[in-house]
């Protein structure tokens, strides 16, 4: 059995390609950086990779993270501009460190090291994201914007992997980190158990370490549909405790035969699949709850 989910309909190619890998015998690990390879190099998504989200100083500063559920070793870069494939610098510092994370400026020169090649401005941040940029950067109103690709798969050897990417959310503060490369929340698999990654407002996730609830419950019994339904509702409803007014919060699970499952708080949320025997096809999912009409009433 083979499987892989990815979020949002961007994600489509991504599960696509991952299908090309995972069918033929391909790795977990292999089917996860390659399907998200293309949505980073895709231009028209605005949330991860080139094409993405400046922050508030115009910068185009990228998050990845990948995990391996057969080892629990992690790769984690954050802040890193002038690469186009986060994702494999990530993976690079999962398979060629004795670390987890690198930011900034030290994750871009561990990356001219191993070789990866620099990706210019001029290349990675399009017309578009200038744009918008220039229009919304001086705007009193909250900035809109933000996603993630989160990605799951099970090979047929029964690995589990996990891997995130996003620029984050739109015009964030330089520095910013949300929970894309934060593990736990953004990202967590554990092969024989299963795996979970996230998206929405990483802040919000952060406070409630989504992932490694959703995969803790897996390994108490829960299918995965309960416990991506659980891990929504509590942190959504302990914000609320905290005196907090939730902002998005969707989450994506895979279970170690391959049973997905996806859970939001919010109008809109969809992700990509592929499975044995199901062609790449998008999943919608209904709020379980909706923090905008609960805010409205
Ligand atoms: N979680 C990402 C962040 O906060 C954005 C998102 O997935 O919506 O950076």
Redesign the pocket.
């Known amino acids: 059995m083979w499987s892989m989910i990815a979020?949002w309909p961007f994600s489509l190619q991504c599960v696509e390609k991952g299908e090309e890998i995972l069918k033929g015998g391909g790795r977990a690990l292999d089917a996860v950086e390659r399907g998200i390879h293309l949505v980073e190099t895709d231009p028209t998504v605005d949330?991860v990779g080139r094409g993405g989200y400046l922050n508030a100083d115009g910068e185009l500063a990228l998050?990845a993270a990948m995990m391996d559920g057969d080892t629990l070793k992690m790769g984690v870069v954050a802040c890193v501009r002038g690469f186009e494939h986060p994702v494999s610098i990530a993976r690079a510092v999962m398979e060629k460190t004795k670390h987890s994370i690198l930011v900034g400026q030290y994750a871009e020169s561990f990356a001219r090291r191993m070789g990866f090649q620099e990706a210019p401005p001029e290349y990675m941040i399009t017309d578009h994201a200038r744009l918008k940029y220039e229009a919304e950067k001086d705007k009193a109103t909250k900035p809109s914007g933000?996603?993630?690709i989160?990605c799951v798969a099970l090979d047929q050897a029964g690995s589990l992997c996990v891997a995130t990417s996003?620029s984050?959310?739109n015009l964030?503060l330089p520095g910013r980190v949300?929970?894309?490369p934060i593990i736990g929340s953004?990202f967590y698999v554990q092969s024989g158990v299963g795996g979970a990654a996230?998206?929405?407002?990483?802040?919000d996730?952060m406070r409630t370490c989504c992932s490694f609830r959703v995969v803790d419950l897996m390994r108490r019994g829960l299918s995965a549909q309960d416990a991506v339904n659980e891990v929504v509702l509590t942190a959504h409803y302990t914000l609320k405790q905290c005196g907090l007014k939730p902002d998005?919060i969707a989450l994506v699970c895979m279970d170690a035969r391959g049973n997905t499952a996806g859970a939001c708080n919010h109008k809109g949320f969809a992700y990509a699949c592929a499975r044995e025997g199901e062609a790449p096809h998008l999943v919608e999912v209904p709020p379980i709850i909706d923090k905008d009409e609960e805010q409205e009433g």
């Open positions: 979020t949330c998050d933000h996603d993630t989160g996003t984050g959310a964030r949300g929970d894309t953004g996230a998206t929405g407002l990483g802040e996730i998005c």
